[in-house]
């Protein structure tokens, strides 16, 4: 190599939290599949430090993140989260106390989950048997107000009196910038098509909103096929019509609900990625697979992995390693391919196999 030109090794500071049940058995298999990518490929790496912030923690010390966590958070370049939630503290709490805070705080108001069928797995949707490539789509979930903006209050808390609200908040500023985020992705994939989701037949203020700042916005992409659906609707159709919908975009509470489901519908919840982005870059974003902690099967080292792969993917494109990125996600389909899955993607390879699995073909494929 002539002197003048130096090799740069790029170094790419992730912050981690396992958080409860199988989050830590994937977030380990993550990181070990990031760092066999680091090691395999050259020009960059990975520096990890892994937080302790759990329901175990909290309740041996009150608190999930500490006072400072946030901004302890800021100075990475990326976060990759497990999963928080245990049956001995209330999901709420959880949920409260580590996940919403660091998507309000770190302004990662879009959170994104791609869904489709993976080459050798399977869909319950018969269409797909013969056609797999009929479920690709991309959903774009509000991911800082609506539903969960945690407005609202309780009174009479224990008496037969009770009242609670729950408050959902639709600013004109939350929606435009989701929106515009969906069209650009719309814009950006082959069939250039998104749907939007709503309930404005029911929900006559903030829902109205929503859907009328949406065809604002399509005035400026005209290039994008639009159409609108009832969330309701939209199960259906999910379920029936596949091939019609390509890019989705829905409020916080219906993208999750409707996630969930579509993740279902190209194999298992296990599979599923997302990526809560902050697109101006000021703050880290935050990648982690759809599931929860899944008290139900945690600690059996059964857990599925590759929803875990596919976050860590997602945030190796983000902060720049395209290259890795592909390679990463090929390694993980050229396995699944070959028939290596966890059960509940009717295989019998538990997490350590798959990970092991995707390790040594990464080292083949590069
Ligand atoms: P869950 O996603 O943890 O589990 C639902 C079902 O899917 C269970 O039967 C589980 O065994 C299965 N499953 C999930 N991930 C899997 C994987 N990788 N491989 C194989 N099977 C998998 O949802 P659930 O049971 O409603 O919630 C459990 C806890 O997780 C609760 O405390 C909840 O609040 C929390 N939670 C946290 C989330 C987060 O941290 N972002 C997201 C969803 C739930
Ligand atoms: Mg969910």
Redesign the pocket.
């Known amino acids: 190599m002539p002197s003048h030109i130096h090799s740069v090794t790029k170094v790419h500071r992730i912050a981690c939290i396992p ?5 830590v058995d ?1 977030t380990e298999a993550a990181i070990r599949v990031l760092s066999t990518l680091s090691n395999t490929l050259s020009g960059f790496e990975f520096d990890f430090t892994t937080f302790d912030w759990s329901s175990k923690h909290y309740l041996e010390r009150g608190w999930y993140m500490p006072p400072d966590g946030l901004e302890q958070l800021k100075k990475f370049d990326a976060i990759y ?7 001995n503290v209330p ?1 709420h709490i ?2 409260w106390g ?2 919403l805070p660091i998507r309000k705080s770190l302004n990662q108001y879009v959170n994104v989950r791609p869904t489709r069928v993976l080459q050798g797995t399977t869909s319950p949707l018969s269409s797909c048997a013969t056609n797999p490539t009929d479920l690709d789509w991309m959903i774009i979930r509000e991911n800082s107000e609506g539903e969960y903006s945690g407005q609202g209050g309780t009174s009479h808390e224990d008496s037969p009196n009770a009242i609670a609200t729950e408050v959902s908040i639709f600013t004109r500023v939350g929606i435009e910038r989701i929106m515009r985020f969906a069209f650009e992705t719309a814009r950006s994939r082959p069939r250039k098509k998104l749907t939007m989701v709503t309930k404005s037949n029911a929900q006559r203020h903030g829902m109205v909103l929503w859907d009328k700042v949406f065809y604002e916005v399509a005035k400026e992409y005209e290039d994008v096929e639009t159409d609108k659906m009832l969330v309701d609707a939209m199960t259906v159709r999910m379920v029936l019509q596949p091939k019609s919908l390509d890019t989705i975009v829905a409020t916080n509470l219906h993208a999750d609900i409707l996630s969930d489901l579509a993740a279902a519908l190209s194999g ?3 599979i599923a990625p997302s990526s809560n982005l902050d697109p101006t870059r000021k703050n880290p974003s935050m990648f ?10 945690a600690g059996e080292g ?7 792969f596919w976050s860590a993917a997602e945030m190796v494109r983000w902060v720049g390693e395209q290259k890795a990125a592909d390679g990463l996600m090929k390694a993980v389909e050229n396995v699944t391919a070959r028939g290596v899955k ?3 993607l009717g295989g019998n390879e538990d997490t350590k196999g798959v990970t092991n699995a995707v390790c040594a073909e990464i080292e083949t494929l590069f």
């Open positions: 958080g409860d049940g199988i989050g994937i989260f497990g999963a928080v939630g245990w049956p999901d959880s949920l580590l996940i298992s919840i296990g982690e697979p759809i599931h929860g902690s899944a008290p139900d099967i059964i857990a599925n992995p590759v929803g875990a966890t059960k509940d």
